[in-house]
């Protein structure tokens, strides 16, 4: 595959789905700009921005505390950095159906090639955990048609995804009769949350598929100690789905890291224990392209060598 998708002269939204439509793509979550890089850096081609890694990494739950602006700053580090398109969280659209159409210009705005928004109640929590509730399904159908007409008046490639959580609050026909709405209501993709097996993965996509006459896209999630088996990209590729994210894959990796390390600095008073597991002043100046004593200058239009 070529490397337009780092190529910013085209939109985000196109460059993302370019991708989609030439193949299943595993997008990994970047807590911040760094991360993006890093992923970069690995040969992925998109990456994403998680509503629960965004709030943790603030100090904060992911029940939907940080502001908008807090999320396009780091969207906006993220696509920056890593010159990659960006899939980014909205959790359930930071208000009501005059917000979400604020929400899909300043995440335009911000360089993410699209977002998604959940029929959660607020405050809204973990796709994974029990107690959720769901607002009216009307209610988050209005707000997916305010946000396709905030992408057609903005960018026409933007991304607009409709998350529902109704598998584990109504019942997996519920999501299907959800999904079909928000895709009348004009959504492009289709995020179904808390599926519990392979099989109803594949069923989903059957069975939301089967007669629509345009393309939507799929979304599977593939978070960690959930209601949802790992499973494979290739897996989710063969039943039909065209984005895997890991939302919180890499910041759980980091900061188990850290509190090993932070563990053994206590106890022995040194870093030298864990001296080894650490990316080196070298490493981390390659992954950034600065050479000291050279003026930085990074062109994002130069893809990174994994």
Same mark, same amino acid.
């Given at each position: 595959?070529?490397?337009?998708?780092f /190529? #910013? $002269?085209?939109?985000?939204?196109? !460059?993302?789905?370019?991708?989609?439509?030439? =193949?299943?793509? *595993?997008?990994?979550?970047?807590?911040?700009?760094?991360?993006?890089?890093?992923?970069?850096?690995?040969?992925?081609?998109a990456?994403?921005?998680?509503?629960a890694?965004?709030?943790?990494?603030?100090?904060?739950?992911d029940?939907?505390?940080?502001?908008?602006?807090?999320?396009?700053?780091?969207?906006?580090?993220?696509?920056?950095?890593?010159?990659?398109?960006v899939?980014?969280d909205?959790d359930?659209?930071?208000?009501?159906?005059e917000?979400?159409?604020?929400t899909?210009?300043?995440?335009?705005?911000?360089?993410?090639?699209?977002?998604?928004?959940?029929?959660?109640?607020?405050p809204k929590?973990?796709?994974?955990?029990?107690?959720?509730?769901?607002?009216?399904?009307?209610?988050?159908?209005?707000?997916?048609?305010?946000?396709?007409?905030?992408?057609?008046?903005? /960018? #026409? $490639?933007?991304?607009?995804?409709? !998350?529902?959580?109704a598998?584990g609050?109504? =019942?997996?026909d *519920?999501?299907?009769?959800?999904?079909?709405a928000?895709?009348?209501?004009?959504?492009?993709?289709?995020?179904?949350?808390?599926?519990?097996?392979?099989?109803?993965?594949a069923?989903f996509?059957?069975?939301?598929?089967?007669?629509?006459?345009?393309?939507?896209?799929?979304?599977?999630?593939?978070?960690?100690?959930?209601?949802?088996?790992?499973?494979?990209?290739?897996?989710?590729?063969?039943?039909?789905?065209d984005?895997?994210?890991?939302?919180?894959?890499?910041?759980?990796?980091?900061?188990?890291?850290?509190?090993r390390?932070?563990?053994?600095?206590?106890?022995?008073?040194?870093?030298?224990?864990?001296?080894?597991?650490m990316?080196?002043?070298?490493?981390?100046?390659?992954?950034?392209?600065?050479?000291?004593?050279?003026?930085?200058?990074?062109?994002?239009?130069?893809?990174? $060598?994994?």
């Amino acid at each position: 595959m070529s490397t337009d998708f780092f /190529d #910013e $002269t085209v939109p985000a939204g196109r !460059r993302f789905r370019t991708l989609m439509d030439a =193949g299943c793509v *595993a997008t990994p979550g970047a807590f911040n700009a760094l991360c993006g890089m890093a992923i970069a850096r690995a040969g992925f081609k998109a990456c994403y921005v998680s509503g629960a890694a965004t709030s943790v990494a603030a100090g904060v739950p992911d029940v939907g505390l940080l502001t908008l602006e807090h999320f396009c700053r780091v969207i906006r580090e993220v696509a920056d950095a890593s010159g990659l398109p960006v899939l980014a969280d909205a959790d359930t659209g930071f208000g009501e159906a005059e917000m979400v159409r604020r929400t899909v210009i300043e995440y335009s705005r911000a360089g993410a090639a699209g977002l998604h928004i959940e029929d959660q109640k607020f405050p809204k929590r973990c796709g994974h955990l029990d107690g959720k509730e769901l607002v009216p399904l009307d209610h988050m159908a209005e707000k997916v048609e305010w946000a396709s007409r905030a992408r057609s008046a903005c /960018d #026409e $490639t933007f991304v607009v995804c409709a !998350r529902t959580d109704a598998r584990g609050v109504e =019942g997996f026909d *519920a999501a299907i009769d959800r999904a079909r709405a928000y895709v009348a209501a004009g959504a492009d993709m289709i995020f179904p949350e808390g599926l519990t097996s392979a099989a109803e993965f594949a069923d989903f996509a059957a069975r939301l598929r089967a007669g629509l006459t345009r393309r939507v896209y799929l979304l599977a999630n593939m978070t960690e100690f959930g209601k949802t088996p790992l499973i494979p990209l290739r897996d989710f590729s063969a039943m039909g789905y065209d984005c895997v994210i890991y939302p919180v894959s890499l910041l759980r990796v980091a900061m188990g890291a850290v509190s090993r390390a932070l563990v053994q600095l206590r106890d022995a008073g040194t870093v030298e224990p864990f001296i080894g597991q650490m990316q080196t002043r070298k490493e981390l100046y390659d992954l950034v392209r600065y050479t000291p004593g050279t003026p930085w200058e990074f062109l994002k239009d130069e893809p990174p $060598t994994p």
